[in-house]
């Protein structure tokens, strides 16, 4: 999963980065380009968690202002891997 890819999608040009894992996680960074403009950013990162992994992001407007509550995050569990997929 470590790298960095550009495709056009939701109407514009996405990009997305992730680093390699360190400290048991692995952040990413996302944002939504169209007509020139930012539309948001993601924050997120997979991380081990009660035995198991879990990926978590925040959203952020092109402003920076947060999209979910200051303590809140999107939360999605992880479910199966099958070869090279990850299913969460």
Same mark, same amino acid.
């Given at each position: 999963? !470590?790298?960095?890819?550009?495709? /056009? #999608?939701?109407? $514009? @040009?996405?990009? +997305?980065?992730? @680093? %390699? %894992? #360190?400290? #048991? @996680?692995?952040?990413?960074?996302? *944002?939504?380009?169209?007509?020139? &403009?930012?539309?948001?950013? &993601?924050?997120?990162?997979? *991380? =081990?968690?009660?035995?198991?992994?879990?990926?978590?992001? /925040?959203?952020?407007? %092109?402003?920076? /202002? $947060?999209? +979910? #509550? /200051?303590?809140?995050?999107? !939360?999605?569990?992880?479910?199966?891997?099958? =070869?090279? *997929?990850?299913?969460?």
């Amino acid at each position: 999963m !470590t790298g960095h890819w550009k495709c /056009k #999608a939701f109407g $514009g @040009s996405t990009e +997305e980065i992730w @680093s %390699p %894992p #360190a400290a #048991a @996680s692995m952040l990413s960074v996302f *944002r939504l380009i169209v007509e020139n &403009e930012i539309v948001f950013y &993601e924050i997120g990162h997979i *991380r =081990e968690l009660e035995n198991s992994l879990v990926f978590e992001l /925040k959203h952020f407007g %092109p402003d920076l /202002k $947060g999209w +979910e #509550a /200051k303590d809140q995050v999107q !939360t999605f569990k992880f479910i199966i891997a099958e =070869e090279n *997929r990850m299913y969460l």
